[in-house]
């Protein structure tokens, strides 16, 4: 298999996991009450899988000097992934789970082009070609589709 394919690959896996981890999370919501809550539990239990990970691969921690090197902004990765956790338990219920991702979906492709057409926090740059733009032009269509539908 080419480097390649396994990235697609790993790529499409980890977009196919999010609908069920969104579902989890909503059903969890019954019993646990507030989305920020929730989002919370599913945090702790990532913290502690990854944490098992990575002592069962024998992964080694960063020292304190490699760690105290890096920029205050490049933490707040974790502040946008609680957003975007407690944005999905929030609308799910209301709007559904095709809905709710579709507009992820379309966010992260609008954010996305963005990002790597000025290679912004320190990514390659790719730029915002006719063919990408149109790319993510028909996924915001398709999520025109998938609101409208929802009505």
Not at 70 to 79: F, I, N, R
Not at 84 to 102: D, E, M, N, Q, R
Request: with cysteine; net charge positive; hydrophobic share 50%.
């Amino acid at each position: 298999m080419q480097d390649r394919t396994l990235y697609l690959l790993i790529g499409l896996l980890g977009g196919a996991v999010l609908p069920v981890q969104v579902a989890l999370n909503t059903l969890l919501r019954r019993y646990i009450g507030e989305p920020m809550q929730v989002t919370f539990v599913s945090y702790l239990v990532g913290t502690l899988t990854s944490l098992s990970f990575c002592y069962f691969a024998r992964y080694s921690f960063p020292g304190w000097v490699t760690l105290s090197q890096t920029s205050w902004w490049m933490w707040v990765g974790g502040c946008l992934g609680t957003l975007y956790v407690w944005s999905t338990i929030f609308a799910t219920p209301k709007i559904g789970a095709a809905l709710a991702l579709a507009l992820t979906i379309a966010g992260q492709m609008i954010a996305a082009i963005f990002l790597d057409h000025y290679g912004a926090i320190g990514l390659v740059k790719h730029p915002a070609n006719p063919e990408r733009i149109a790319g993510v032009t028909l996924v915001i269509l398709g999520v025109s589709l998938v609101a409208y539908a929802k009505r």
